[in-house]
């Protein structure tokens, strides 16, 4: 893609993703598997991939028709000629997954932090940042579902199986959220807005579709950081070297571990 930098607000999606830079999503793969995942990876438009962007559209960009209520199967022909005719950015879903991502929406909604957030006077939505890291000299962009510059706050919204405090957080650590919370403020922060908090709002996709808000603390964002620049430093050694491998070596020895 072409190169851009700085802080872009009228940017499609499609055209966010077509430009070149470092995501949060390849420092999130590259720290639980390697640069040979980050470089690999295929994007598939999943079930659950189409319920979180439906979600995102009628929270954060309600006033724009985006969401498509279809007929009830996706093979039928209705469905496919209702395809034909989406315009640009615009999601069609079966019927059952609309009024479940209405559901979802309507519960996002119910958390009154949540709520303040998501409509609050001075929010920016789908802002695209780019900048370059100053210490590896990489391209970096992000695009914040949410971003409250008053308030020093950006917010992501997360549709979940559980967001329970014990269940989201476990789900943190193993997507590596907060490593994105991490970069989402570095990237930022580069382009000149000054933020210095990160919260989730979380929205569980199954009835009774709770909604909790979650803030990463102090600690685990100066630890995130850290984990990150680590992180980054690896993609910057791998695209000098074009040497896009596990780093694993060829084989590996399981271990007894110490609680069985």
């Given at each position: 893609?072409?190169?851009?930098?700085?802080?872009?607000?009228?940017?499609s999606?499609?055209?966010?993703?077509?430009?070149?830079?470092v995501?949060?999503?390849?420092v999130?793969t590259?720290?639980?598997?390697?640069?040979?995942?980050?470089?690999?990876?295929?994007?598939?438009?999943?079930?659950?991939?189409?319920t979180g962007t439906?979600?995102?559209a009628?929270?954060?960009?309600e006033?724009?028709d985006l969401?498509?209520?279809?007929?009830?199967?996706?093979s039928?022909?209705?469905?496919?000629?209702?395809e034909?005719d989406?315009?640009?950015?615009?999601?069609?879903?079966?019927?059952?997954e609309?009024?479940?991502?209405?559901?979802?929406?309507?519960g996002?909604?119910k958390?009154?932090?949540?709520?303040?957030a998501?409509?609050?006077k001075?929010?920016l939505?789908e802002?695209?940042?780019f900048?370059?890291?100053?210490r590896?000299?990489?391209t970096?962009k992000?695009?914040?579902?949410?971003?409250i510059l008053?308030?020093?706050t950006i917010?992501d919204v997360?549709?979940?199986?559980?967001?329970?405090?014990?269940?989201?957080?476990?789900?943190?650590?193993?997507?590596?959220?907060?490593?994105q919370?991490?970069?989402?403020?570095?990237?930022?922060?580069?382009?000149?807005?000054?933020?210095?908090?990160?919260?989730?709002?979380c929205?569980?996709?199954a009835a009774?579709?709770?909604?909790q808000?979650?803030?990463?603390?102090p600690e685990?964002l100066?630890?995130?950081?850290?984990?990150?620049?680590?992180?980054?430093?690896?993609?910057a050694?791998?695209?000098?070297?074009?040497?896009?491998?596990?780093?694993?070596g060829?084989?590996?020895?399981?271990?007894?571990?110490?609680?069985?």
């Open positions: 893609g072409c190169s851009v930098m700085g802080i872009v607000h009228d940017l999606n499609e055209e966010y993703h077509a430009t070149a830079g995501s949060s999503s390849a999130k590259v720290a639980k598997k390697s640069v040979a995942h980050w470089k690999g990876q295929k994007m598939s438009q999943t079930a659950a991939f189409r439906s979600v995102h009628l929270l954060l960009e006033d724009r969401v498509i209520k279809g007929p009830k199967t996706r039928s022909l209705a469905f496919k000629a209702m034909a989406l315009q640009d950015e615009q999601i069609l879903l079966t019927e059952v609309y009024n479940v991502a209405r559901c979802i929406a309507r996002a909604l958390n009154p932090h949540a709520k303040a998501l409509r609050h001075d929010r939505n802002v695209s940042i900048a370059q890291c100053t590896t000299g990489l970096l992000t695009r914040p579902d949410l971003a008053s308030e020093g917010f997360k549709t979940t199986q559980d967001a329970s405090p014990k269940g989201f957080a476990s789900e943190t650590f193993k997507y590596a959220y907060h490593l919370s991490a970069f989402y403020l570095y990237v930022c922060n580069l382009a000149g807005w000054e933020v210095s908090k990160f919260k989730f709002i929205v569980e996709k009774p579709f709770v909604c808000m979650f803030d990463v603390s685990l100066a630890k995130a950081t850290q984990q990150m620049h680590q992180t980054l430093d690896i993609i050694a791998a695209e000098k070297s074009k040497d896009y491998g596990t780093g694993w060829e084989c590996t020895t399981l271990k007894l571990p110490a609680w069985l």
